[in-house]
């Protein structure tokens, strides 16, 4: 995982998403998102035109050399299909058993690069739109594809949200709008809510933070009681200390019997003002909400920017 969470170079972002990850320019963003760990899609697009797009889906019990060489005919076509050629991915312990690339002789149009990792049985598929040559797809992008099995730690980063989850831990659902991004997880019973809210001037103006995390409970008000009272608690955000407020969501006695709610449900808020972001975190059990939110923002804390607001503070 340390290569997954390596922070991002100068005008590139990391996207990790469902096991994979890859590096992008900054200008690159997410207009679609669809799909789980089994099959997906994720469409990259800048201001003008579509720029990549993702697929990836699990095969088992094939023969990864044919799946990989059908996905990529049925991308390209016979006749392009000839002219692909086998890509050595970078690093002696490269993830991927079978890798394959297809580029655009007289662009516009598509280079297309199709693998199979060994560590996951997933085929996962990129297709870069170019109109005129472009370095960026082989120099930056293709080099920084990376997998990893169901069954270890989980890098997640979609636009200016970034997390880690411990094993066993699988996304359920997310909702992304403009400033206020939630990724929720589960594993059995357990589960976690993650929510970014930014800039935090912005939302800090227009109610405390103590209310924003009130308003975390929303959607469990006729299963849980309010928040009865917020504490101040210390808080390690990615290598940080920081000041945070903690309450407590109680079951409501008459809904003894509703077993697949939890007893109680922690919720912490914070605010992070290097990244100038609210963090709001809902679930059970604590000790893996704080280890969830120990890494809340690993992909978009320039180590330069914590090192100026330290020494402004000294």
Not at 27 to 53: C, E, F, M, T, Y
Not at 231 to 241: A, F, G, H, N
Not at 246 to 275: C, E, M, N, S
Not at 277 to 294: K, T
Request: one cysteine or more.
């Amino acid at each position: 995982m340390s290569s997954v969470l390596n922070r991002t170079t100068p005008n590139t972002q990391s996207i990790a998403w469902q096991g994979w990850s890859i590096r992008v320019p900054d200008s690159w963003n997410p207009v679609k998102v669809d799909g789980d760990w089994s099959s997906g899609l994720i469409l990259l697009a800048d201001l003008h035109q579509p720029r990549l797009g993702i697929r990836w889906r699990e095969v088992r019990r094939v023969d990864p050399v044919k799946t990989v060489g059908r996905v990529m005919e049925n991308e390209v076509g016979r006749l392009a299909y000839q002219e692909s050629v086998d890509h050595p991915m970078p690093g002696s312990d490269s993830c991927w058993s079978v890798s394959r690339l297809y580029q655009e002789p007289s662009p516009p149009g598509r280079d297309v690069w199709v693998g199979h990792s060994r560590i996951s049985s997933r085929v996962v598929q990129l297709v870069h739109h170019v109109k005129r040559p472009d370095p960026v797809f082989l120099q930056t992008v293709l080099p920084s594809v990376q997998d990893t099995s169901v069954d270890t730690v989980q890098a997640w980063s979609m636009f200016d949200l970034s997390c880690q989850t411990p094993p066993g831990w699988r996304l359920q659902w997310y909702r992304f709008h403009a400033g206020d991004l939630t990724l929720a997880f589960s594993r059995g019973r357990d589960q976690i809510r993650l929510r970014q809210v930014g800039p935090a001037s912005l939302a800090l103006g227009r109610m405390p933070l103590d209310d924003w995390i009130r308003q975390m409970d929303k959607s469990y008000r006729k299963i849980y009681r309010p928040i009865a009272e917020l504490v101040d608690t210390p808080l390690e955000v990615d290598s940080r200390t920081l000041d945070a407020r903690q309450g407590l969501l109680l079951r409501k006695k008459r809904l003894f019997w509703a077993w697949t709610y939890l007893p109680r449900l922690t919720v912490i808020g914070f605010h992070d003002p290097v990244r100038d972001r609210l963090g709001l975190a809902q679930g059970h059990p604590e000790p893996e909400i704080r280890g969830v939110l120990r890494s809340f923002g690993w992909a978009k804390t320039p180590d330069s920017k914590i090192r100026r607001k330290t020494e402004v503070k000294d």
